[in-house]
């Protein structure tokens, strides 16, 4: 239909198993895809050996904390670092192994355009046209992600769940616009 494909994948698993399957992945017209980068340096250097390799000009990015998560998981999972932290822990290490951002939640793209860069891009899930969590923790609205800088935006739930979808997608086109 002449999209670009976003292949939200999460990739998480040795860095050989990441190659492997980035380096099939990216010979497809990928606009942008993804891997989790709490699968460490070694693996996020395999998925841009991958991508340069298929000499893809995809946008690579590095999930940081899942936007479902909040404090309390995150302590529950043995984690004794605060989720701010752990993501710009892992967006340096993004930013330090060549991918060209992170997917992180509204609440930290200020921190991370002034400490990484501008022009390090932020992708940032659990968008609402108003503040409704649903399954989401840390979410936030078109207005918040705009004002704090988010370079892409996932919203998808709000439209895909919307009793008329069209009506919805004028709606956030009229935020956006």
Request: charged letters at 25%; glycine letters at 6%.
């Amino acid at each position: 239909k002449g999209f670009d494909i976003f292949l939200d994948l999460k990739l998480h698993d040795i860095p050989n198993t990441v190659y492997k399957a980035l380096k099939n992945l990216l010979n497809h017209k990928i606009w942008m895809t993804n891997i989790h980068l709490l699968g460490g340096e070694e693996m996020i250097q395999a998925a841009g050996e991958a991508r340069e390799q298929t000499k893809s000009e995809a946008i690579l990015i590095g999930v940081t904390v899942l936007t479902s998560l909040n404090a309390n998981n995150f302590k529950n999972m043995g984690f004794n670092i605060k989720i701010p932290e752990i993501v710009s822990s892992l967006s340096m290490s993004a930013k330090q192994n060549n991918l060209d951002g992170v997917v992180c939640s509204v609440k930290e793209v200020p921190d991370i355009k002034k400490n990484i860069g501008e022009d390090f891009i932020t992708v940032t899930p659990g968008i609402r046209i108003q503040q409704n969590c649903n399954d989401q923790s840390r979410v936030a609205t078109l207005k918040e992600a705009s004002e704090n800088g988010s370079d892409y935006i996932v919203l998808g739930r709000e439209i895909t769940s919307s009793k008329d979808i069209s009506q919805m997608i004028k709606k956030v086109q009229s935020y956006i616009i």
